[in-house]
């Protein structure tokens, strides 16, 4: 079993700067196969970006060239590092272990 929970959400000014953790839980875990998802009001959740189970990584063509993930085996710990944040970027942000474990998500608005 994996319990994930996400933190750092908050609110941001466009053009700022968030950086979200996801902790897991559990004896075993690997950063490979951990994605970051969102889903804004009255849409459907998408996947943001992800590390694949090969350790490359992909990401939404929203957030190319200002989202990155990387992750900390030991830490037990996924981040998503977004830049240039747009206010179409306000949601809510989940971490996922291959889309099967799920964090309770954190909210991100990007208003001035």
């Known amino acids: 079993q994996v319990q994930l929970v996400e933190s750092g959400g908050g609110l941001v000014q466009p053009g700022g700067s968030l950086r979200l953790s996801c902790t897991a839980s559990?004896?075993?875990?690997?950063?490979?196969?951990m994605g970051w998802y969102r889903q804004a009001p009255g849409k459907e959740r998408e996947l943001v970006a992800l590390i694949t189970a090969s350790g490359g990584t992909n990401y939404a063509d929203s957030v190319k060239g200002r989202a990155t993930i990387s992750g900390d085996n030991a830490k037990k710990t996924v981040y998503l590092q977004m830049n240039s944040l747009k206010p179409e970027d306000t949601a809510v942000y989940y971490c996922?272990?291959?889309?099967?474990?799920w964090g309770q998500g954190t909210q991100v608005t990007v208003s001035s």
């Open positions: 996922s272990k291959a889309g099967i474990y």
């Open positions: 559990g004896s075993i875990f690997s950063i490979n196969r």
